[in-house]
């Protein structure tokens, strides 16, 4: 059973304090009806810190954007703008109903008032208004609250995931991120989720955000569960190990977090479990080794078990010689491959400590260029 939540019910100080410059919006709507919407609801209803701020407005929210000053960004063709509320980031919208020409593709947008804009939500929890002018009494005409105090995510129609089957991943990232539950009858038409519908531009950018997320692993492994994704094998142990792993530096640096699990999760499948396997004996040897490997393959090999990379991305792959080529030509080298083996001699012998300094460097590159012993 999903868990009760305590619901926010002084709206107004909560309201106040997610919106401190709300009288500048108020202001620049010049009588236009003004809505908190959508997650933002939801996230004050829960109590959460800040997250994205919506705001649906009836009229043209474009005018509204610009009459907020700054640079607002325009999108015509979904009617919504983005704009600064003093140190605030809104996204602003023209309430709007959307039609589906076809399963997966983009909605066919017009203008509406806002229920009709709350009825083409994704989730009941996401399908709540709050007025920003006046006494903020909440608008939940699909039953929002009860759901999201039981911690219930449930689709307001039949058709919703067939409509935009990114919702089906929307479903796990919520899930993971509140703890949420899919509703009986929601657990079913999720099952009719077809991404393969959806743009693959569409779907790496939801797999990205489902990453992004701090239990994303978890979040990883529902979609996985009802059917949306086909997990590599091994990736149940390794999705947590890499989690784990890439929150802290130095792997923290090497990878970003959401390629990284998402590699984990799905591939495709590279060197790391050669790498992982290693067990180079000298510097040199490791350098050699990763040569050409890519960041999310160190990751995934490390969390494998291949410690000796922990020494590669913190000490060798950051050793670099004093010289370059041109100190060999004009030693005498001439330009060529020697000039390189000569160079990369050097380096190795610099990588296992046989060799330091600038005056060593150029001995040992000259020697091996001149093919010496």
């Not at 991943?169 to 077809?194: C, H, K, S, V, W």
Request: no cysteine; glycine share 10%; proline share 6%.
């Amino acid at each position: 059973m999903p868990r009760q939540r305590r619901i926010e019910t002084d709206l107004g100080a909560a309201l106040s304090a997610a919106l401190p410059d709300l009288d500048r919006l108020r202001e620049a709507a010049d009588g236009a009806a003004l809505y908190l919407v959508g997650g933002a609801v939801r996230d004050l209803l829960l109590g959460r810190p800040r997250g994205d701020v919506d705001v649906v407005v009836e009229g043209d929210a474009a005018v509204v954007a610009r009459r907020l000053g700054g640079d607002a960004i325009e999108h015509e063709r979904f009617s919504t703008a983005k704009a600064a509320l003093g140190e605030v980031e809104i996204d602003l919208a023209s309430a709007r109903a959307e039609s589906y020409p076809e399963p997966g593709a983009l909605p066919e947008v017009r203008p509406a008032g806002l229920l009709e804009d709350l009825a083409r939500r994704d989730f009941t929890v996401n399908a709540m208004a709050l007025p920003l002018q006046g006494e903020p009494q909440l608008i939940d005409p699909h039953s929002g609250r009860p759901d999201l105090q039981a911690g219930l995510l449930r689709v307001l129609h039949e058709r919703s995931f067939v409509d935009d089957p990114t919702r089906a991943l929307r479903a796990a990232r919520y899930a993971a991120r509140f703890g949420f539950e899919l509703e009986r009858r929601t657990a079913e038409l999720l099952r009719e989720a077809d991404l393969a519908k959806v743009s693959a531009d569409r779907r790496a950018a939801e797999l990205l955000r489902l990453a992004s997320e701090p239990e994303g692993a978890r979040g990883l492994g529902l979609a996985a569960e009802w059917g949306l994704l086909h997990l590599r094998h091994g990736a149940d142990k390794l999705l947590p190990a890499v989690d784990a792993l890439i929150r802290q530096p130095p792997w923290s640096e090497v990878a970003a977090r959401p390629r990284a699990m998402l590699v984990a999760a799905l591939g495709p499948v590279g060197r790391e479990a050669e790498l992982a396997a290693a067990r180079p004996q000298r510097p040199s040897e490791g350098v050699e080794l990763a040569r050409g490997a890519r960041s999310a393959e160190l990751v995934l090999a490390r969390a494998m078990g291949g410690e000796w990379l922990d020494d590669y991305v913190r000490e060798w792959r950051g050793v670099t010689l004093e010289i370059d080529g041109s100190d060999l030509i004009a030693a005498g080298i001439p330009e060529g491959p020697k000039v390189g083996q000569g160079l990369q001699e050097a380096l190795k012998r610099k990588l296992d400590a046989e060799i330091e300094g600038r005056d060593a460097e150029l001995e040992a590159a000259l020697a091996a260029a001149r093919g010496e012993e």
